[in-house]
């Protein structure tokens, strides 16, 4: 039987979105020690079956994928001290890694989600992925405009440039692919799906359908980990 997401689950980031401070974090320790042993357990059995289609997944495992509860507030203007959401980032070189990958977030109030992609990568990984979609525009597009790609998807998300990249000209045919700084895929989940048995089929389906995308961003980055 697949592993599921226990109610409580939710119920605690529900409760902690709600009451973001140490007192109250502090009194419900062990509810967040529950709740996060019940996603790593999650975790653990979707990077087995993420294996059979992903060798990314293989030896990965789910407690060093998870991003810390913490907030790091000291350049924020958000002083709450916890994030209201569970994370998971699938890669090559684990959960900090600069290459693309796989995310799963975990939240209450019909918030959670699957995406995959790239990042705000380092400037010569970006410029090696543009210059991918320049020379290979019609296999991007055949990835990212697919019907299935797009009902699940929708549109490419990821922050912009207002202006044209250097060394493109703005009548350049992917440009509109060209501008992007991350090039993200985004899959909304409700609660309902979330608790529900068929969780986990949800999820590696979405990941199935994100690793097209994934191997494409990955293509132009292999050589550059080899220089």
Request: hydrophobic share 35%; charged share 30%.
């Given at each position: ?40 357990q999650?975790?653990?059995e979707?990077?087995?079956e ?20 913490y ?129 986990m ?27």
């Amino acid at each position: 039987m697949a592993a599921t997401i226990d109610k409580t689950t939710l119920d605690f980031l529900a409760d902690l979105t709600r009451n973001n401070n140490r007192e109250w974090f502090n009194e419900n320790k062990k509810r967040y020690e529950t709740a996060r042993k019940n996603y790593i357990q999650f975790l653990d059995e979707m990077l087995e079956e993420m294996a059979a289609f992903e060798p990314v997944a293989l030896e990965q495992k789910g407690k060093d994928l998870v991003f810390r509860i913490y907030r790091d507030v000291r350049f924020s203007n958000d002083k709450r001290p916890y994030k209201d959401h569970f994370g998971a980032y699938v890669a090559e070189g684990g959960r900090k890694s600069i290459y693309p990958g796989y995310y799963l977030h975990l939240a209450a109030n019909n918030n959670s989600f699957v995406a995959g992609g790239l990042w705000m990568p380092p400037s010569d990984y970006l410029k090696a992925v543009r210059q991918e979609i320049d020379y290979s525009l019609d296999e991007f597009k055949s990835i990212v405009e697919a019907p299935d790609f797009k009902k699940r998807f929708g549109s490419i998300s990821g922050e912009q440039l207002k202006t044209t990249p250097k060394g493109y000209d703005k009548e350049n045919p992917a440009i509109e692919y060209l501008r992007f700084k991350s090039w993200n895929a985004v899959m909304p989940i409700n609660d309902k799906t979330v608790l529900s048995a068929g969780f986990m089929n949800v999820v590696l389906d979405a990941m199935k359908a994100l690793k097209p995308f994934y191997d494409f961003l990955m293509e132009p980055l292999k050589e550059i980990g080899q220089e």
